[in-house]
């Protein structure tokens, strides 16, 4: 166990609707980072908050959007899904902005779009 | 933008050395991980290099730097069973202001291990 829980760990769902990815970060960690992992792109970096305030943006879609809460756990908003956006979402924490010294990451939520 | 690149496969026989090579293109100070993913798994943390450094040895895993060449390697000692998985390699730039864009990670290289 990382110490950075990802729910949920499956999602079915079908075009064009939204769902919401959760992420509790270790504790005492105040980054929380978000990565999409497909077969054809990769890992790729969507997004990074640091003590409630979005710190950096990526490679995320207009219809991605994500927000971190006072209490430091963060969710992953994914509106009018479409079947590209099927892959394994991953949230990574750090104890500092720049997580020069690595990322935890959890487990993911592998989102299939039907 | 930064590019990482690795080879997809690798293959060796378990008791043998395992060596991962990872070449990225970022010209500046920059920070260097090794993540391993096992299946159905998140990705662990390895070990990290920083470029002002040539070499790193934690245990049965030594990683070497050629700053010049901007090549990276990852190398297993006396291969295991458990050590298959995918590596990652990844970077991301040294800010002074400690500001973050995220890792930069290569496609991931896939470690089979031969009995």
């Known amino acids: 166990d990382s110490g950075v829980t990802q729910t949920p760990k499956h999602l079915i769902t079908a075009t064009g609707q939204r769902v919401t990815l959760r992420c509790s970060p270790r504790?005492?960690?105040?980054?929380v980072y978000w990565y999409q992992q497909s077969l054809d792109q990769g890992l790729q970096f969507l997004i990074q908050y640091y003590n409630g305030e979005e710190r950096a943006k990526g490679n995320i879609l207009e219809r991605f959007s994500a927000q971190q809460f006072p209490d430091l756990h963060s969710e992953l908003n994914l509106s009018s899904l479409e079947l590209g956006d099927s892959a394994l979402y991953f949230c990574a924490s750090s104890v500092d902005t720049g997580g020069n010294y690595g990322y935890t990451f959890g487990s993911g939520t592998r989102l299939t779009v039907v | 933008g930064e590019d990482v690149e690795q080879s997809l496969f690798l293959s060796v026989r378990e008791g043998d050395s395992s060596v991962i090579n990872c070449t990225y293109t970022?010209?500046?100070?920059?920070?260097l991980y090794w993540y391993k993913q096992e299946p159905g798994a998140g990705l662990q943390l390895l070990t990290y290099?920083?470029?002002?450094?040539d070499m790193k040895q934690d245990q049965r895993l030594t990683v070497l730097l050629n700053k010049k060449d901007k090549h990276l390697s990852l190398r297993i000692a006396d291969t295991q069973t458990g050590d298959s998985a995918i590596y990652f390699c990844a970077e991301t730039p040294m800010y002074s202001g400690g500001g973050a864009d995220g890792l930069t990670f290569g496609k991931g290289t896939h470690l089979i291990i031969q009995p």
């Open positions: 970022d010209s500046s100070s920059t920070y």
């Open positions: 290099i920083f470029s002002n450094m």
């Open positions: 504790s005492g960690d105040l980054s």
